[in-house]
């Protein structure tokens, strides 16, 4: 898919890899839509600005239904058609599985799964109708091997892949393609509240001796939307750290 003059939805776009991943799509032309609870920083939207790229702004929190469907409505008042959807929102709330309440297990889960879930089903029926369209779900790697004190997060992104390659499998007769990206340690918001010693011991198990960068996923994001015959897969960007 030449992404020139295309949309590309992500959702959390506000900071992070959803920033990184909305820069990404604006460096190749395509108009980019970008989400989050409350608001996108101007920073953000000056340097879309400066790419000659449009922008849309779409608020609002994927886990709840009536946002979901505004949200909808907002994208297509402005848009004939949605080429790429991006999802990426996504929260943790860690505790030992023997701590864990189950509102901290179920929090997870309705943002992660359940608000890619929200927002996926309608957009891919348009997708279906249209016959094009390219899903990129937003995985981890902790979603393939599991982590200590992220039952919930671990559980949201397995889940997150079974959905993907089910996908991949309903869309394909249509030509709509569906992938994941399975990111490792990556420099974040999430990855500077650890503590220095973790972030240590973490280090020893990636075998490019690093943390990845945002940039690196949003790579593989628009490598993803690009590429026309390659769907149901789970890329991993990680330094190694699954092998």
Not at 9 to 32: D, M, P, Q, Y
Not at 56 to 83: A, P, W, Y
Not at 138 to 164: E, R
Request: proline letters at 2%; one cysteine or more.
């Amino acid at each position: 898919m030449n992404l020139k003059g295309k949309t590309v939805f992500i959702t959390g776009s506000s900071r992070g890899i959803g920033a990184a991943t909305a820069l990404a799509f604006a460096k190749e032309g395509s108009k980019v839509i970008l989400n989050a609870r409350k608001a996108i920083p101007e920073e953000l939207l000056s340097e879309i600005k400066s790419l000659g790229s449009e922008y849309q702004i779409v608020l609002g929190d994927v886990s709840k239904l009536e946002d979901v469907k505004r949200m909808q409505e907002e994208i297509f008042q402005e848009n004939e058609q949605l080429d790429v959807l991006i999802n990426n929102a996504g929260i943790t709330n860690d505790k030992l599985l023997i701590g864990m309440k189950q509102e901290d297990f179920r929090s997870v889960i309705e943002t992660n799964l359940m608000g890619t879930f929200n927002l996926t089903q309608p957009l891919f029926k348009k997708m279906l109708r249209k016959r094009s369209g390219v899903i990129i779900n937003m995985a981890s790697v902790v979603g393939l091997h599991g982590n200590i004190g992220q039952a919930n997060y671990a559980a949201s992104k397995a889940a997150i892949i079974g959905l993907t390659k089910t996908l991949a499998r309903e869309g394909a007769l249509r030509h709509i393609r569906c992938n994941a990206i399975a990111p490792g340690m990556i420099m974040s918001d999430m990855t500077n509240v650890l503590d220095q010693k973790v972030k240590d011991q973490v280090l020893t198990e990636i075998p490019l001796g690093r943390f990845g960068e945002t940039q690196e996923i949003a790579q593989t994001a628009v490598f993803l939307a690009q590429n026309d015959y390659v769907t149901g897969q789970v890329i991993t960007v990680d330094g190694g750290m699954t092998i």
